[in-house]
């Protein structure tokens, strides 16, 4: 800011000068000077934007222009050109203001001005003063519009506080300098600090063991070099063998290795076929000797002869095949531990499978312990007066009925670990009786529980275990304690023969079928014709192995009007079935027993024939068998002359029938109609 004034001539002055110039201005502008003006830019032509009004402030203006007033007086309505100052003239005077009109009201009394102690300061670096106007920016597009200013009062400035007055004089004062020889030991202790550790003992009372070098080894002996392999020829002259890889072998098309046409290689000489890349000098291939060619007849004298006994052990049964295997440790196991002493169904659960890791072993060892400890109700049974029963109910009394061990298998299978379901359907047991011919087909209904257990390779099995442990007879109330292991390894399509579950997604076919009909069911596999099947005395035909369904006929009916031959027939449960190991010993001879009133007693036995592997035959005519209303029935011949007839041929059953006392065990019977 320039003034007519003349300059102070003392220091001091001019310093006072200077800070009263920079009363009012923002930080970073610097004050501006009027005896050395720069070089302004030409003049920008205005733009049509409103006047800015100025405020009056206590600071100095930066432009000499009056905010929000008229340029002049309109001529002829256009406004007179703006005045322009030129660089290094004078600014002319401003407006005399016209006089202020006296008011006779009386000024309105201002409000007490609080003290400056009153005031907090802020965490800022900037400086509070209630009397010093600050200046906004500059109006950005306006052509000379002055800036605008605004004034500070002090209620803008309530809770501030002004800070202390800066004095240099009180300021610490600073510490002594370092000497040389101070900067000269700080330089050598961090010097020492970076070299290495030495070692040293932490602690007088760890013994130091002092680690002995290793002896040298000794220096092994000179290898000879490798030779080269030499391969002897027919002549007896030795020669080198070529590289290790031989050269590519020549295309030879795909189909030079088939369609009957005749090999390349010829033996010639005792020399079979060539070796490429080995040639001869003279381009032939070297003879290979034959005198390490194995003798053709040598090896067929090593193979068995045709229809002459196998000497080879018997091969060990597929795992999948339950019916040949060998369950004799989980059935010795569960005989061990009796109802009376079992205080609970977890040490018994633990107790039954500890010793298996298979889960066709656990659940063998429960279905075998059932057998051995839990008898059927037969008095309730047939009383009609069986409650719901519990597991731990049926352990404590010992007695069941169907429900009841299908209850208690589950339940110690489940302790056990295993996956096992209590199934209820119908069951062709004790009361059943096939549908006549041309009777109606019953709605479906329920008379028998059974379960589903998951074995090996997680397979769902069907096991009955009430079955498995004996039979009833309703005629004579009776009970019979008879262990039944067809109940437990029978092929589930079989066993859905004489099972049909209420939850039909419980079949666990496979032979790809998911369930069957009731209708079928309940009529049988051969349709109505065969409602009435063959009867079977289940206890010796599973004691032996025979598998019911190899019984023919199927039918129960033979008809004797027509003079047909009619073949009896049956087999074992299973090709792998084998009597010495898993059945009771060598098989037993059959016979037929048919009526014949020339005979004596009215009775004459055939002899059926076997092949020695498992099955049996016998034809005979039908009008040999007998009138109608008889019956004919296939037997087990189990003594001759009071002994043992396991392993008995038929040709010397036959020379003794009639000669020596026999004992029969019936298998299965038919009627003549």
């Not at 290979?288 to 068995?304: C, E, G, N, R, Y």
């Not at 027939?569 to 090709?575: N, V, W």
Request: net charge positive.
């Amino acid at each position: 800011m320039a003034t007519d004034s003349s300059h102070p001539q003392s220091i001091q002055a001019r310093i006072a000068a200077l800070n009263i110039g920079h009363v009012g201005r923002a930080p970073g502008i610097a004050t501006p000077v009027e005896d050395e003006p720069a070089q302004r830019p030409p003049a920008i032509p205005r733009s049509n934007t409103a006047n800015i009004p100025a405020t009056s402030s206590n600071g100095h203006h930066i432009s000499n222009g009056i905010g929000n007033e008229p340029n002049g007086i309109r001529q002829n309505g256009v406004l007179p050109p703006p005045t322009i100052i030129r660089t290094g003239e004078k600014k002319p005077p401003p407006p005399v203001l016209p006089p202020r009109k006296q008011s006779t009201q009386p000024s309105p009394a201002l409000p007490p001005r609080r003290p400056s102690d009153a005031l907090q300061r802020r965490g800022s670096n900037a400086s509070i003063s209630s009397t010093v106007s600050t200046m906004s920016a500059i109006s950005v597009g306006t052509n000379g519009t002055p800036r605008t200013t605004a004034s500070r009062t002090p209620s803008m400035d309530a809770g501030r506080k002004l800070a202390p007055v800066f004095d240099h004089t009180s300021l610490p004062p600073l510490p002594p300098k370092r000497t040389p020889e101070q900067v000269e030991s700080r330089y050598k202790n961090i010097e020492r600090s970076r070299m290495g550790l030495k070692p040293t003992k932490s602690s007088p009372g760890i013994t130091t063991v002092e680690v002995a070098t290793p002896p040298s080894l000794p220096l092994r002996p000179p290898q000879r070099p490798p030779q080269t392999p030499m391969r002897k020829e027919s002549t007896g002259d030795a020669r080198q063998l070529p590289p290790d890889k031989p050269p590519a072998l020549p295309v030879r098309s795909a189909l030079s290795y088939g369609m009957n046409k005749p090999q390349e290689s010829s033996v010639a000489n005792g020399v079979i076929g060539t070796t490429p890349g080995r040639e001869t000098a003279s381009g032939e291939p070297p003879p290979i000797p034959v005198s390490s060619k194995p003798d053709l007849s040598s090896i067929l004298a090593t193979k068995p002869k045709p229809g002459a006994p196998s000497q080879l052990p018997a091969q060990p049964v597929s795992a999948a095949c339950l019916t040949c295997q060998d369950f004799s440790a989980p059935d010795n196991h569960a005989a061990k531990f009796p109802r009376e002493t079992v205080p609970s169904l977890d040490w018994l659960a633990t107790q039954l499978v500890s010793p298996f890791t298979s889960p066709t072993d656990q659940a063998r060892a429960i279905f075998t312990w059932l057998h051995h400890n839990i008898a059927y109700d037969i008095v309730s049974y047939c009383n009609n007066s069986v409650k719901p029963s519990t597991p731990a109910g049926t352990l404590s009394t010992g007695l069941a009925v169907c429900e009841g061990y299908a209850g208690l298998f589950t339940a110690l299978a489940s302790k056990a670990g295993l996956e096992s379901l209590v199934v209820s359907g119908h069951g062709k047991g004790a009361g059943f009786s096939p549908l006549q011919p041309g009777e109606p087909i019953p709605a479906e209904y329920s008379t028998h529980a059974w379960n589903a257990v998951k074995i090996d390779a997680g397979e769902w099995k069907l096991i009955d275990p009430c079955w498995g442990a004996g039979h009833v007879c309703i005629r004579d109330q009776k009970y019979t304690k008879k262990f039944a292991p067809r109940h437990f390894t029978m092929p589930n399509n079989e066993f859905g023969l004489r099972h049909f579950p209420t939850n039909k997604s419980l079949f666990h076919r496979t032979d790809g079928r998911p369930q069957i009909s009731w209708e079928e069911y309940i009529l049988g596999p051969q349709g109505p014709a065969a409602a009435q099947p063959v009867t079977v005395y289940a206890g010796k035909a599973e004691e032996e192995g025979i598998a019911e369904s190899s019984l023919r006929p199927s039918k129960l009916h033979i008809p004797t009007s027509s003079n047909m031959i009619i073949q009896f027939r049956f087999g074992r449960i299973c090709e792998h079935w084998d009597p010495l190991r898993n059945g009771p010993g060598a098989p037993y001879p059959y016979i037929l027993q048919i009526n014949n009133p020339d005979a004596r007693g009215g009775k004459e036995y055939r002899v059926f024939d076997t092949d020695g592997q498992g099955k049996w035959w016998l034809d005979e005519q039908s009008r040999w068998l007998g009138a109608k209303g008889e019956s004919v029935d296939l037997y087990c011949v189990e003594t001759v002359d009071g002994r043992s007839a396991r392993g008995m041929g038929s040709e010397e059953l036959r020379r003794a029938m009639g000669r020596k006392g026999m004992s029969f065990g019936g298998v299965a019977k038919w009627e003549l109609v």
